[in-house]
T-cell receptor, first 112, second 115 residues
Framework: QQQVRQSPQSLTVWEGETAILNCSYENSAFDYFPWYQQFPGEGPALLISILSVSDKKEDGRFTIFFNKREKKLSLHIADSQPGDSATYFCAASGTGGYKVVFGSGTRLLVSP | DAGVTQTPRHEVAEKGQTIILKCEPVSGHNDLFWYRQTKIQGLELLSYFRSKSLMEDGGAFKDRFKAEMLNSSFSTLKIQPTEPKDSAVYLC?????????????FGPGTRLLVL
């Protein structure tokens, strides 16, 4: 019930392509979904987030698509750049507490 | 504003040793989290403090892991005794507190290797 699943585990795209990272969850009480970006040797940092009342959130080249019925969301990175190479964590939290549940991450490599 | 500070950045310990990891949260933040990060398990919550009070002590990690928050600007994570399976990156994060939509600000982590 608490799990957040991410796929694929790793993804390689060419510079300029759109990278699509997938996330799914089980707990219907989750209503807030942040995505964190982590570079090697650093801690994760918030990239973009969405509330379950929305089905889309854009921030520059980064877009979250959210499907509440299917309990799925995805992060699209348009015009991928080598500097986007990092690990991306989907996370979720909901009513009743502080706890944020993190997925296992997708490691993205953007090849020039 | 300074971000979350963690020391040391790297630690090598022999099996059975006691090690203490340190964290300074963002000034003014009320919530502090300790996580363990491994490739297999991902991010696992070890401890959570709200306004210096321990709210969660990590369940399965209770026996050898002890987190303390001595004041609002300093926390430690003690692992005693260490085991090779404790080799991981230990991350500290802080947030303003009180809302699940709070952004967690992570430190750079301490990479622990237990031989």
């Amino acid at each position: 019930q608490q799990q957040v699943r991410q796929s694929p585990q790793s993804l390689t795209v060419w510079e300029g392509e759109t990278a699509i990272l997938n996330c799914s969850y089980e707990n219907s009480a989750f209503d807030y979904f942040p995505w964190y970006q982590q570079f090697p040797g650093e801690g994760p940092a918030l990239l973009i987030s969405i509330l379950s009342v929305s089905d889309k959130k854009e921030d520059g080249r980064f877009t979250i698509f959210f499907n509440k019925r299917e309990k799925k969301l995805s992060l699209h990175i348009a015009d991928s750049q080598p500097g986007d190479s990092a690990t991306y964590f989907c996370a979720a939290s909901g009513t009743g507490g502080y706890k944020v549940v993190f997925g296992s991450g997708t490691r993205l490599l953007v090849s020039p | 504003d300074a971000g979350v500070t963690q020391t040391p950045r790297h630690e090598v310990a022999e099996k059975g040793q006691t090690i203490i990891l340190k964290c300074e949260p963002v000034s003014g933040h009320n919530d502090l989290f300790w996580y363990r990060q491994t490739k297999i398990q991902g991010l696992e919550l070890l401890s959570y403090f709200r306004s210096k009070s321990l709210m969660e002590d990590g369940g399965a990690f209770k026996d050898r892991f002890k987190a303390e928050m001595l004041n609002s600007s300093f926390s430690t994570l003690k692992i005693q005794p260490t085991e090779p399976k404790d080799s991981a990156v230990y991350l500290c994060a802080s947030s303003t507190g009180g809302a699940r939509q709070d952004t967690q600000y992570f430190g750079p982590g301490t990479r622990l290797l237990v031989l």
